[in-house]
């Protein structure tokens, strides 16, 4: 088990802008990509955005060009920059560490992932 903590979630007026963070351990974090999900009331756990160890990213189409993945190796924590937020945008959004090193950010979005953290919660207004 891999210990993810998420923070950052919060209560925006749509159009407004969040930054969460999921701070890692246990692990060799700068060899592992790096995703963040979401889950909305009644539905399934959906993928949103993933950055590889070289920092390359990969976005959902829902958040392309409004949200931005990164990392820093140095405090062992990834991003999720998110702007312009949509009330479709609301859900609980969670962390995940990828099952293996040196994989791509892609490959986040299918399949069996590994750690998860408990998530934190993004509500937006209209």
């Known amino acids: 088990q891999v210990p993810l903590v998420e923070s950052g979630g919060g209560l925006v007026q749509a159009g407004g802008s969040l930054r969460l963070s999921c701070a890692a351990s246990?692990?060799?974090?700068?060899?592992?990509?790096m995703g963040w999900f979401r889950q909305a009331p009644g539905k399934e756990r959906e993928f949103v955005a993933a950055?590889?160890?070289?920092?390359?990213?990969y976005y959902t189409d829902s958040v392309k060009g409004r949200f931005t993945i990164s990392r820093d190796n140095a405090v062992y924590t990834v991003y999720l920059q998110m702007d312009s937020l949509k009330p479709e945008d609301t859900a609980g959004y969670y962390c995940?560490?990828?099952?293996?090193?040196?994989?791509?950010?892609?490959?986040?979005?299918?399949?069996?992932?590994?750690?998860w953290g408990q998530g934190t919660q993004v509500t937006v207004s209209s």
């Open positions: 246990g692990r060799p974090f700068s060899s592992y990509a």
């Open positions: 950055v590889a160890w070289n920092g390359s990213p």
């Open positions: 995940a560490a990828d099952l293996a090193p040196y994989r791509t950010a892609q490959a986040m979005s299918i399949g069996r992932l590994g750690s």
